[in-house]
Structure formats: C-alpha cells, structure tokens
C-alpha cells in the first residue's frame, strides 16, 4: 500500500509540475549529446526565412531570436527582423511588442525566464524590458534620453543596464536602473567614450562593462556600486573585445577577451589569470561554462575543470548559455544538425550537452 500511495504521489507530483519538470528535470537526466533546433513554428514545422542571435534562460526553456519567420504576421514584408520568444516546452512562438527593428543588439533572457531585454527602433534604438507573463514591454530610458541600447538584466529582471547617446551613436553613457524603483544610476561614459558590452550580478551591486576610448584603446572594468570604487581587469593585457563580458551573478568572478583570449577575473583578490587561448563569446551566468570560438567551431568550456565539448559551428550571442552548461542557443547555416534542414537559411538551435 505504501508503494502504491508513493507511486500515486509521483504522478500527481508530475501532474501539477509537467511544464517545469520537462525542461529542468529532462534536461537534468544524462542523455547523449544532441541537437535541436528551436527556430521552428508553433507546429514544429519549419520556417523558411532566417532567424538568428539568440539567448536562453538558465532553466533552458525560454530562447528569445531574432528571425523574418513568414509564421510571424508582417514578418516576413517588413524591411526588419521581428524578435521572438520560444517555449521549448509547449512549442509557442510568440511575436514581441515593439520588435520591429530590433536588431541593434542581441536580446537578452533573464535567467528566470520571465523578461526579455532588447533594443528596438527603425531609425532611433530604444531598449525595453518585456515581460512575458504579461505580455507588456517597458521603456527603460528615462526621460529626456531618446536613444540607448539594452545590454545586460539581472536574473530577477530587477536591474538592467543600458547606454545612452544620439541616433548616431547609442552607447556613449552606461547606467544601471532598478526597475522596481526607477532609480538610475551613471556609471561612466561621456563623448569619447564607446559603451558596448556590460553584466550585472544577480543583485546588481557588481557591473562588468567594457569601454573604448581613444588613444587608450579598450578596456574592461568593474564597479561595486555599494561602495563606488572602479577598478580595471585587463591591466597590461592589451585590447579587450568590446562585445563579450560576464560577471557572476555572486560577483565574485569576471570572464572577458583580450587579445583573442579568454581571461577570468577574481573580484576579491582583483587578479587574473588565462585560461584559453581563444575568445569567448558566451557563458553562463555563473560564469563556470564559457563558449569559446575557434573560427565558426563553437566549444564549450568548464573553466574549473577545463573540460571542453564541441557544440557545432555557428555563432554565439552573449546570454546563450543555461545553467550548469546543459543547453547553449546558437545560430548555424549548417544545413546537416537536425534532419529535413531545407530552408537554406540560418537557423538557432540549443545543443544539449548532456
């Protein structure tokens, strides 16, 4: 009798938690190595128009791309990409309010899965904050600002950090705001400088952002926003890459690219040290698994054990890595991942790792 009523309390357990289970708990089992892709309709039938720059939240269920799917209505006529999210547990393709022209810069899922941040605009670039349980977008620039760009949000959706500038030139200013409150908060920038990348801890009080100013050339920096201080993790390394930086969302760790190699930064201690010899494009929000690119071939790595697993070629946006390295979104032109690949256009597919 007890095992018939633990068998029973197993099966309302899956009933009440079948959505969650089957992206956590499948994606948890060990299974071999796979590919899927995820650029496809509702139906699971394929789109034939591209679809590109993805990201996925850290349970792997939510991946947000851009794509000119003719599923979408307007899509497919409209000059611009639409940006879509996917649930990879019931198969839904949902359009994005406000995503015509949003192609300035990659969205970005939270880890929680509930909001989106991107960038949007045809002729000014807006970021917003969605919120896929209400399906609403939120203008995240304050007043007067007219032009900026997303670039990084917290898992919770509470902080995110942006740039401001001109039509011209969006990204001249970076600041955190807390949603909740509507607080903002300059962190660096003024004409001179270039504001292309950025990440937040999971509370927002530590930010990673790279910046570029002449003639010093680029850098990358991190701020306590508790206490103010500003120090430099690239100290005597070279040029860093204006478009990759992760910090951990405890802040204790920072991934960023200089001179074509991957780095990892220790807050406390303010050290660093190497740790490959080619860059990395992704990683996950722990910052453990990183995504290294040799070329087009896509790699991912464990920084602490350094164990490395092929994904497949293609391209990386940088918030495509899950939680603990299980499922990496990429975009491919390879027509031989998946089975019946005939659209002969870029798609985005999630490699599971194990």
């Excluded at 950090?161 to 969006?170: E, I, L, Q």
């Excluded at 918030?319 to 990496?328: D, E, F, L, Q």
Aim: charged fraction near 20%; hydrophobic fraction near 35%; aromatic fraction near 6%.
């Amino acid at each position: 009798m007890r095992g018939t009523r633990a068998l029973l309390g197993t099966a309302l357990a899956l009933a009440v938690g079948g959505a969650t289970l089957s992206t956590a708990a499948a994606d948890a089992r060990p299974r071999e190595p796979r590919t899927e892709r995820v650029s496809t309709a509702g139906d699971g039938s394929q789109i034939e128009e591209y679809s590109r720059a993805a990201s996925i939240s850290a349970d792997g269920r939510y991946v947000a791309f851009f794509t000119k799917a003719a599923q979408l209505p307007g899509c497919e006529i409209t000059a611009y990409v639409c940006l879509t999210v996917k649930d990879r547990v019931t198969g839904a393709l949902t359009e994005i309010p406000h995503g015509g022209g949003s192609g300035w810069q990659p969205p970005v899922v939270s880890g929680g899965g509930r909001y989106i941040g991107y960038t949007e605009g045809t002729k000014s670039p807006t970021p917003w904050l969605y919120d896929r349980e209400t399906g609403t977008s939120l203008k995240v620039l304050p007043p007067p600002e007219f032009a900026g760009e997303l670039l990084a949000v917290t898992p919770d959706g509470g902080h995110v950090a942006f740039t401001t500038g001109d039509r011209f030139h969006p990204d001249t200013s970076l600041y955190v705001r807390n949603m909740a409150t509507g607080a903002v908060e300059l962190i660096a920038g003024d004409d001179a400088d270039r504001l292309g990348t950025a990440s937040l801890s999971a509370d927002g009080t530590f930010l990673a952002y790279g910046t570029s100013r002449e003639p010093e050339g680029r850098d990358v920096l991190v701020r306590n926003r508790a206490t103010g201080e500003t120090v430099q993790a690239d100290t005597g390394l070279g040029d860093s890459d204006a478009t990759f930086v992760q910090m951990s969302e405890n802040g204790r760790r920072v991934l960023f690219v200089a001179e074509g190699r991957t780095y990892l930064y220790d807050v406390r201690k303010q050290t660093t040290r190497q740790i490959a010899d080619t860059p990395a494009k992704s990683a996950s929000g722990d910052a453990r698994y990183a995504v290294l690119a040799d070329g087009t071939a896509l790699t991912l790595l464990d920084v602490h054990t350094h164990r490395r697993t092929p994904i497949g070629p293609g391209s990386v946006a940088p918030a495509a890595v899950s939680a603990k390295g299980r499922t990496i979104a990429f975009t491919s032109d390879a027509t031989d991942l998946v089975p019946n690949d005939t659209n002969g256009a870029s798609d985005v597919f999630v490699r599971h790792t194990r």
